[in-house]
């Protein structure tokens, strides 16, 4: 027996659903890099006044710091994304309207996903590596390399899932879960 077609209200809500819960995610990717920035803040005073009053140091600022910066960066791009931050050229998107900026709008995301995918890939293998050979930094710290690098590859995963979402209202021609800024 066949299959009815599916509901378009049902299929609808799903998309609602699936845009909601993937800006969500990466709205909570956005606080984590909110909480590290302070965090990095936090270490270099606490560095500063080790360095200026004892006449020590942690002698792993550097590497922490730039351990946040990169989760910083790759936390953030869903979320940038969902708000309309990321960099752009809207020199030849500016003309279009309607059906084919869609068109052009998901061509960009699709090439965008297949790139990230490929990032993904690439960090999962070095992840796994590390991961197997138990490599570690070459600081005092000795950090298991694997969770920096574990942290940039969930982070672009996340990134890749609002890509997707964006993909996608493209092709549906849905709203975005969030106005985005046009600064």
């Known amino acids: ?48 006044v080790l360095r200026s009053v004892f006449h020590t140091s942690t002698f792993v600022l550097s590497e922490f710091v730039g351990y946040a910066v990169s989760a910083c960066t790759f936390l953030s791009l869903g979320y940038a994304l969902e708000h309309g931050s990321l960099v752009r050229v809207n020199a030849f998107v500016s003309l ?24 993904i890939w690439f960090f999962w293998l070095r992840v796994a590596r590390h991961w197997r050979r138990g490599t570690t ?20 995963g996340i990134f890749w899932l609002q890509l997707l979402a964006y993909a996608l209202r493209q092709l549906a021609g849905t709203p975005p879960p969030v106005a985005a800024s046009r600064d």
Do not use: N
Request: contains cysteine; negative net charge; aromatic residues 6%.
């Open 1 to 48: 027996m066949p299959r009815p077609p599916p509901d378009r209200d049902h299929a609808g809500h799903l998309m609602a659903l699936f845009q909601t819960l993937v800006f969500g995610l990466s709205r909570l990717a956005a606080a984590v890099a909110c909480l590290l920035l302070v965090g990095m803040v936090a270490m270099i005073l606490y560095e500063i």
């Open 137 to 156: 930094s070459s600081s005092i710290a000795e950090v298991p390399m694997w969770i920096p690098e574990g942290a940039v590859m969930v982070a672009l």
């Open 96 to 119: 279009l309207k309607g059906g084919w900026l869609r068109a052009v709008e998901f061509l960009c995301a699709a090439m965008t996903l297949a790139l990230v995918s490929a990032m």
